[in-house]
């Protein structure tokens, strides 16, 4: 049990060095100059939707890449994907919605709640257990957030 506790720190450290490394810094920085005033006028009227054909295209470049076994192309059409996820989550900033950020403590809330096998002292031994861990506590995910979203929605129409 001290161990997965260990590990769940460690990953804990790893994912807050991450959020702040440089190389992401720079990006995000440099994705906020493109989108500001006097920044380029291509990306500055990008939306959400208009990106969408490039996201699609990005990701199946790398799956070209991963079928050829082109690990220096894979490297750089990663990154093209990591690009997208940095425009979306600018633009999302823009408009006040969310930040890179969020983006990431989001995903890293997951990956430890769809891991309970690491990170809360499970244990399961294949690759097919893991897969149906992970589809249920997804599923259970779906429904609680459905929920949340039905009592939110009842308690917009209530008079106060």
């Not at 959400?48 to 690990?71: F, I, N, P, T």
């Not at 861990?133 to 917009?156: D, N, P």
Request: hydrophobic residues 40%; proline residues 3%.
């Amino acid at each position: 049990m001290k161990e997965k506790a260990a590990m769940k720190t460690k990953f804990s450290r790893q994912a807050v060095i991450l959020a702040r490394s440089p190389a992401l810094r720079s990006l995000e920085k440099i994705m906020k100059m493109l989108l500001a005033p006097g920044g380029c006028p291509w990306d500055r009227r990008q939306t959400h939707s208009s990106l969408l054909k490039y996201l699609r295209e990005e990701a199946g470049e790398v799956s070209q890449a991963v079928r050829k076994k082109d690990w220096e192309n894979l490297k750089e059409e990663l990154g093209d994907v990591l690009l997208q996820v940095v425009f979306h989550s600018a633009l999302a900033q823009r408009d006040g919605r969310f930040c890179l950020g969020d983006v990431i403590k989001s995903i890293n809330a997951k990956m430890v709640r769809r891991h309970p096998h690491v990170f809360a002292g499970g244990k399961l031994d294949t690759p097919g257990q893991v897969l149906r861990q992970w589809k249920q506590i997804k599923k259970e995910e779906k429904a609680s957030a459905a929920v949340s979203a039905g009592l939110k929605k009842a308690g917009r129409g209530r008079k106060k």
